[in-house]
């Protein structure tokens, strides 16, 4: 497999190309009972999923252009490396919250990881009407945990270095970040589009200086600060979640960048749901309380970073950044508490700010959501995204003056 030269992998010839890999035979049981189906749903790769005698496995290849684009944009087989280097190290920092990896081969861009289930995409699980109790908790505590244990605060000057330079070198996916979140949206780039219904709302929105002037202040903010190792890509795509269960997938686009980077992905992606549900489901009675659940939900997961984030602080402070020599030793925890919450008011600003532009990419850039995508309804499908684009601006423009999430939920409530 090393040796031979890079292919993509067929749903055909998968026994054939891994069927002499102990890591899958041992797992999954011989190659002649394979069953191998194709599942992909993302943007970019291969997903299959091996089916045999004893169990089954997942095996995911790079392809060297982005399958959502075809073959006219090519793509580094890299990032299939960076996707390893950041499931380690984001596994290490949470463990439990990541897919097992069993077999990893950099030539080929293969990962062989274990098969989640019976977990869903949770972007699926929201569209369903689907409640997940324990998520909440699960995933504020995973922000927590990554994003403080790779940042300064945790880590030595030596593997702090080290890994700040490794990731600089996922510069592709990093490059379609800034460029498709930041810049894209706020003008008029061949690869955007967005509903018809929103052409005037689209007009203002590129005319609109206080709008650009935040999208690229919050640029400057993500190519600039190097807080901490980023997932990168944490909307509700890059979950998958059962009752007793969260987890992690898809960390091709890590990178150093601010922690309020992957906390703002994943709310505004929550925050799109709530927008989109009545265009969605108009007739539902249910749909006024599910929406509710997921604001409770998005609110909880802020609440629970914020804890899981002052529990470290207090137990595992050290890293570069430095211990307790300031404040704890010379009995002043009213100096670590405000250093504590400097920390957290700038992450909670720039989570706001970066929902707002999230929110912004989805609906007039290169990569949509199904949320919106799949209302039929012409009108109504404009009138939910033009809501959101709304509540959008105002939490890239405003962000300095949201305070708290509860603000937020006022501010959704006030656009419908
Ligand atoms: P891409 O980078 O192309 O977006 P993803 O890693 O998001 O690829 O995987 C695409 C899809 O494959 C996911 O949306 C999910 O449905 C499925 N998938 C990926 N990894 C797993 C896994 N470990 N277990 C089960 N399903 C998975
Ligand atoms: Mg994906
Ligand atoms: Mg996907
Ligand atoms: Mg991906």
């Known amino acids: 497999l090393t040796h031979s030269p890079y292919e993509p992998l067929q749903a055909d010839t998968l026994a054939d190309r891994l069927g002499g890999l102990p890591q899958m035979t041992a797992r999954i049981g011989p190659p002649a009972q394979w069953r191998v189906s194709e599942i992909g749903d993302g943007n970019l790769n291969l997903v299959f999923i091996v089916e045999g005698a004893a169990g089954s496995v997942v095996v995911k290849q ?77 995933l504020g505590r995973y922000l927590a945990r990554t994003l403080f244990r790779g940042s300064d605060w945790a880590m030595e000057t030596a593997r702090r270095k080290a890994d700040l330079a490794l990731f600089a070198g996922n510069v592709e996916l990093c490059g379609i970040t800034e460029d498709l979140f930041f810049t894209d949206p706020f003008h ?13 709302a ?26 901490t190792l980023l997932h990168g890509d944490l909307h509700t795509g890059s979950i998958m979640v059962c009752a007793a269960d969260t987890r992690i997938i898809d960390a091709e686009f890590a990178t150093y960048g601010p922690m309020g980077f992957d906390i703002g992905s994943l709310l505004a992606n929550l925050w799109m749901a709530v927008f989109a549900l009545p265009g969605l ?35 595992e402070r050290g ?26 008011d700038g992450i909670w600003r720039d989570a706001v700010g970066f929902a707002g532009i999230e929110i912004h990419r989805r609906i007039l850039g290169l990569a949509h959501i199904p ?4 209302i039929t309804d012409e009108a109504r499908r404009a ?15 405003e962000r300095g003056r949201l305070a708290t999430i509860g603000q937020v939920r006022t501010l959704i409530a006030r656009l419908e």
């Not at 972007?123 to 908790?137: D, I, N, S, Y």
């Not at 689209?202 to 202040?217: P, S, T």
């Not at 009138?383 to 601006?393: I, T």
């Open 281 to 315: 489901r108009p007739d539902d009675e249910a749909m006024p309380a599910y929406r509710g659940w997921i604001l409770d939900t998005a609110e909880t997961i802020w609440t629970t970073f914020a804890e899981e984030f002052t529990r470290l602080w207090h137990g």
């Open 371 to 374: 949320e919106f995508e799949t």
């Open 62 to 138: 790079a392809l060297p252009y982005a399958r959502v684009v075809g073959e006219s944009w090519p793509m580094s087989l890299d990032r299939s490396f960076f996707e390893q280097e950041a499931l380690l190290r984001l596994g290490r920092r949470d463990p439990g919250r990541l897919p097992e990896i069993y077999y990893f081969d950099r030539h080929q861009a293969i990962q062989i990881m274990e098969h989640l289930r019976p977990h869903v995409i949770l972007r699926k699980g929201l569209m369903a009407g689907e409640r997940f109790p324990l998520m909440a908790g699960q």
């Open 202 to 227: 689209v007009a203002a929105i590129r005319a609109d200086r206080e709008l650009k002037l935040a999208a690229l202040e919050l640029k400057a903010r993500f190519c600039g600060s190097a807080q």
């Open 188 to 200: 008029d780039c061949a690869r955007n589009s967005h509903s018809p219904g929103l052409d005037s």
């Open 383 to 397: 009138g939910c995204e033009y809501r959101a684009l709304m509540a959008g601006r105002v939490l890239a423009v």
């Open 319 to 344: 890293g570069i950044l430095g211990g307790r020599e300031l404040f704890e030793d010379q009995a002043d925890a009213i100096g670590s508490e405000l250093a504590l919450n400097t920390m957290l």
